[in-house]
Every structure is written in C-alpha cells, then in structure tokens.
C-alpha cells in the first residue's frame, strides 16, 4: 500500500559526489521522520542521516559536512547529497519513511529497496 523507490546509486572516484533519491507513493497521510541508513559488506546497517517532519536533522560522525539530507514534503521524498565521497563511503544505501496511512492511524517503516554506492580509491 505504500511504495518506496530509491535512485541515485553509482559508481564514483573518491572526492567525488553522488545525491540519492528516495520518493514514497501510495495511501500516504503524513510521513515523519526520514531516514537513511547503509550496510557496508560484512558490517551491521548504520544510520547515516535522519531528518523530522519539522526538518530537524541528525548526522553521523563519519559524514558530518560532507552529507546532507533533506526532504520534499510535497513530493515525499528526501535526497542525500554526497560530497567528499571516501572509499569507505561503499555500502547499500536504503532509505525508510515513518508512514502514517491515515490521519488517526499509527506511524509505520517502510524500507527502500536499496542503492549501490561505490567508491573507488
């Protein structure tokens, strides 16, 4: 009932910049906070960026001014643009939306499918 499609992904050179999309559509009444997280090979998923409905933001250490996130609340959907991409920035990068499907309806997750990102050194 509601569908995330993420874009975006790619190959890059280190220092190089990539800005991801992530847009959900469906029975939609209100989207809080956004989110996007990554998962490395053989490492736990990590949140990257989050951004609340009053657009608040929250960065994790390893990104802090090099990324930033924000959102379009007309078009549900929030962007990650990337700059001064490293080689460890590598990883499956999925966004998730908290979702609520009707005005008095408790909020959800709901997970992209997720996008490559590739840094080469």
């Known amino acids: 009932q509601v569908q995330m499609v993420e874009s975006g992904g790619g190959l890059v050179q280190a220092g190089g910049s990539l800005r991801l999309s992530c847009a959900a559509s469906g029975r939609i009444s209100n989207v809080g906070a956004m989110e996007w997280y990554r998962q490395a090979p053989g490492k736990q998923r990590e949140l990257v960026a989050r951004?609340?409905?009053?657009?608040?933001?929250n960065y994790a250490d390893s990104v802090k001014g090099r990324f930033a996130i924000s959102r379009d609340n007309a078009k549900n959907t929030v962007y990650l643009q990337m700059i001064s991409l490293k080689p460890e920035d590598t990883a499956v990068y999925y966004c998730k939306f908290s979702v609520q499907m009707t005005f008095f309806g408790r909020f959800s997750d709901y997970w992209g499918q997720g996008t490559q990102v590739t840094v080469s050194s």
């Open positions: 951004i609340t409905s009053n657009t608040m933001t």
